[in-house]
């Protein structure tokens, strides 16, 4: 029996049935209590640091909140509910009661705790389960509602969970963003009243708004200390999150799907299972809380979180569309050249009766375009074998273009309201395909299914979605079930990307979806990375890298060099800039090789050499993010730390250029204060070395304070420009 559940046991179930009991539900630091009476409903008493036995027992006495857990609506209609429905004979209100608590050991080593609740007078129950990982501070929560009534109950409302959090002087910090700006970082105390984070996309759900907040729970959250709470949403749909700040002493945080034109008629005998929300609590500050979301991440989320990813170029900004055998193989020998490790082939490969020359035509039509690809996939693969590189290539497999001969055979597969014309998105032509059609979930798989099946070779896919659900109408789902479409739509995706991984666990995916729109906890467990932004700018990505670090790490963050000027911004930026920004993410090429010179080529050679070295750092290490871009202080700077504390990256980027220009001298933190860290720079440009190249210097003393970076690069003279970033390596003795 593991830890956690121990303690569950010897606290609450030995005198359940009796009198009111404490669920206290532990992780390594934290400590979730609620109070499960039975006959009662379940009430909410604390969610923070790790509490003892004692204070468990005691934790009433200071103080707690009467409201219940999992509020649902009906018997106090005047605040917010987690949950409502609307009985098979018209009655809208819900009284639940408890009526049982379990815990038991679930998947990936996982303790699961459950209270049952019942209506008390229909037989309609709810559970509410709290999933906790040895080892991981983040503590996952759902509900599942059974229906067992006479007829049809309608769920108006389904929340993954509610978190009440007394009120001190929250900040709460959140992502928000447009195509190609995603995941800035906003943050502002909580206002009276509420405060809604929603998507409405359909089928992608980061592109704007995020899923994910932190609340810093004692003024402006800062990086390495303080008290903070991160919430996560694990869905890849419509989401909701909503915080109620009403005339009680706390803030009330509700997460879950978007009930928005979404209710859900729940047959007799079925159960709805609502996406998990997790929770993590930290006294480290926001960068505490990000730890813990990517270590839990990293272990229990990701697909292959604790592997280590290789050094790709993709072709799309190098080539576009112009994809043929001669250019394809000319980027596979340069990459290989300079060290890299894949090749991806992005769009403009496919197509058939209708060839894929611009984005108005053939998604659907996954077939070789052979006057492109004479040798086909497999001479593309055989040239990537010689290089000793590997191969991998791009598909938008849930959408079609009206000029395919998917659409012409199968009208009746897209997302299509009844009577109205198909509103149609990029390219004038995208559709996207109705994925709660089982059907459509067959397609869906059958395009990985045969690519893996013909070319087995394939080492990485990177899934593309570049639409959003453009009208509202399933041609699958009947009249009465409309509104399940945006639910079932996600379920249907997930049910391919299930079989997909069953067959294929091995194979890299990558989440992308018009760059950035599938950042999310819900659909990572599909997925080895997601593309952060389909724009590339190194000063841009800074800041829109900083804020999605807040809650996913490294190893999942595609951040590739490209060219100068930028293709997004126009922007004029050196390559060491460049490459010391994609260098702290999953480093990857975004460019065509054949441009760059051949000194770029070298120094990107080096470039990759030195990533090789630090990989393990960035991908699988501790983050500690030191210096903001959004302070507006001139520069921005994070560091990334192994678990033994060994090891460690630090990164500099001088975010703004002024004459004698005051930077402040960034101090590190992480560090342990008793080792000695011996200096090294990566990627070095400058004709000298730093003073402190080669130094040894205590964690204790770089924790206090600190290394001076030169504002500028002591280059040749022809070589000067306005941007200065460093990267160091900390070894410990
Ligand atoms: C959008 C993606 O974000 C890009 O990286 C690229 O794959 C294009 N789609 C291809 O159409």
Redesign the pocket.
Known sequence: MNKSLTAFLAISLAAFGVSAKKVHIPTKNTSLVLEATEGQPLKFLYYGNALSDNDVQTLDAAGTFNRDAYPVYGMNPMNEAAFSAVHADGNMTLDMAVTDVSTALGADNSTVTTVTMADKVYPFTISVNYRTYPGEDVIETWAEATNNEKGTVRLTRFMSGYLPVRRSDVHVSQLYGSWANETRVEEAPLPHGVKIIKNKDGARNSHTSHAEVMMSLDGKGRENEGRVIGAALEYGGNYKLMFDTDDTDYHQFFAGINEENSEYNLAKGETFVTPPLALTYSEEGLSGASRNFHRWGRNHRLAHGNDMRKVLL?S?EGVYFDINEEGMQQMMADIADMGGELFVM??GWFGGKYPRNN?STSLGDWVVDTNKLPGGINGLIDAADKRGIRFGI?I?PEMTNTVSELYEKHPEYIIKAPKREAVQGRGGTQLVLDLANPKVQDIVFNIVDTLLTKYPRIDYI?W?A?APIMNHGSQYLTADNQSHLYIDYHRGLEAALKRIRAKYPDVTIQA????GGRANWGILPYFDEF?VS?NTDALQRIYMQWGTSYFFPAVAMGSHISASPNHQTNRIVPLKFRTDVAMSGRLGMEIQPKNMTDEEKEQTRRAITDYKRIRPIVQQGDIYRLLSPYDGKGAASLMYITPDKDSAVYYWWKTEQFVNQQLPRVTMAGLDPDKTYTITELNRVDNKPLPYEGKKFTGRFLMSNGLEMPLSHDVDWHKRNDYASRILLLNAE
Do not use: P
């Not at 992308?512 to 760059?515: L, V």
């Open positions: 993709n799309w992005d769009d984005d791009w938008e990177k593309d570049n992308c979806a018009s760059g593309w389909d």
